[in-house]
């Protein structure tokens, strides 16, 4: 159950399906409302500059010290595109112009849906911010794929690497589903189920 309390009035939720729904639901017991727990949208950039491409060394948790393209959630009042854009200055200050969807990769298992976007650098600078203890340009052949974050954005660039290799950068969907063994941060824990590359 996602809510033990109604953020409307204060009473307890109990967990009910609500009538003509299939799923248990918050449901407040003195007035009724129903809250519904949606997921989360995360959005980021491939940052290119020339053939290298932008990563960074997080210096929060989860991940702490590991690497990746700048990402985050998708704030209220922002379109996803600019949301990616936001979080790349949030992470790198590095401002940057969109080239449009990448990926869009489902997440089932924390509940997240991945936007990737490339994204051109605009001018030169980058730098460290509170978010990242380090910033920096590589190749493709310098990803350090031992040491990314996240296995949504090892599996993004993954496909950016693929795409890159064929020389044409397609649009991609599929699922990154996790085996439900292992570590949740393990790339060989994962598979890409139903790709379809546009």
Sequence with gaps: MSHKFCPDCGSPCESQIPEGDHK???VCTACGHIHYVNPNMVVGCIVEAGGDLLLAKRDIEPALGRWTFPAGYLECGESCADGAARETME?????VESLGLFALLDI???AQVYGVYRARLI???F?????S???KLVSIDEIPWDKLAFPSVATALRLYAED???????THTGIVEWSGEGSRF???NYRLREHRAH
Excluded: K, Y
């Design 24 to 26: 248990p639901r918050s």
């Design 91 to 95: 992470e790198t200050e590095a401002r």
């Design 108 to 110: 089932p298992h924390i």
């Design 123 to 125: 001018g030169e600078h």
């Design 127 to 131: 730098a460290p911010t509170p978010e």
């Design 133 to 135: 203890s380090e910033v």
């Design 164 to 170: 890159r290799a064929s020389g044409t950068i397609r």
């Design 186 to 188: 393990d790339l060989a």
